[in-house]
């Protein structure tokens, strides 16, 4: 699974971004997709996740009432919709990939087999 992220940019407090992940596989059929993030310095941490069987979302408690995850079944394409961003919220975000993840484990990210590259969102205040 080859994974590709892309949305990331410079913004503005308050303002939005959406950043898309785009799958090179057949099907995701039985995988749950995440997206985390890194700020520099800090450690990798939960974003949001989505079981691409039934659409279970997960989300980071400091996050959920912000971003929003969703896929695209069609495309192999999951996004997260980021409103009022925060200068906090600047980092790499990765797109992550895996299957057979439980759900206690979802926040977890050696949980997931494949990352994409990351892309950058900087945030000016």
């Known amino acids: 699974v080859q994974l590709q992220a892309s949305g990331g940019g410079l913004v503005q407090a308050g303002d939005s971004l959406r950043l898309s992940c785009a799958a090179s596989?057949?099907?995701?059929?039985?995988?749950?997709m995440g997206w985390f993030r890194q700020a520099p310095g800090k450690e990798r941490e939960f974003v949001a996740a989505?079981?691409?069987?039934?659409?279970?979302?997960a989300y980071a408690d400091s996050l959920k009432d912000r971003f929003t995850i969703s896929r695209d079944i069609k495309q192999n394409t999951v996004y997260l919709q980021m409103n009022s961003l925060k200068p906090e919220d600047t980092a790499v975000y990765y797109c992550?990939?895996?299957?057979?993840?439980?759900?206690?484990?979802?926040?977890?990210?050696?949980?997931?087999?494949?990352w994409g590259q990351g892309t950058q969102v900087t945030v000016s205040s």
């Open positions: 992550a990939a895996g299957s057979r993840i439980i759900l206690s484990s979802i926040r977890v990210s050696s949980s997931y087999d494949y």
């Open positions: 596989v057949r099907t995701l059929s039985g995988y749950t």
């Open positions: 989505i079981r691409w069987n039934g659409g279970t979302t």
